[in-house]
Nanobody, 115 residues
Framework: QVQLVESGGGLVQAGDSLRLSCVAS????????MGWYRQAPGKEREWVGT???????NYADSVRGRFTISRDNAKNTVYLQMNSLTPEDTAVYYC?????????WGRGTQVTVSS
């Protein structure tokens, strides 16, 4: 079992930056990658980006160039640095960790961007 806890959400203005963190605990050795998803009100949950073991990162087109994912393996933590935020980035952000044949999710952290 793996537990994921996100933090760092909040209310910011358009153009601001914010950094989210997700700390993994439990059987973290089985984690293949760590990533972020988001869900805006009334919309489906969408993939934001992933950092796989070994350092490679991938991003959704909507955030590429503005968001950066990094990992601190010693701390079992993944970060989501979000720059140039817009109101369209308003959502609950979830941490995700694929784990063998399943996956784990955090409970999410709210990010609200005002115009």
């Amino acid at each position: 079992q793996v537990q994921l806890v996100e933090s760092g959400g909040g209310l910011v203005q358009a153009g601001d930056s914010l950094r989210l963190s997700c700390v993994a605990s439990g059987d973290t050795i089985g984690i293949a990658a760590m990533g972020w998803y988001r869900q805006a009100p009334g919309k489906e949950r969408e993939w934001v980006g992933t950092a796989v073991n070994g350092g490679r990162t991938n991003y959704a087109d909507s955030v590429r160039g503005r968001f950066t994912i990094s990992r601190d393996n010693a701390k079992n933590t993944v970060y989501l640095q979000m720059n140039s935020l817009t109101p369209e980035d308003t959502a609950v952000y979830y941490c995700n960790a694929p784990y063998y044949t399943t996956e784990f999710w955090g409970r999410g952290t709210q990010v609200t961007v005002s115009s």
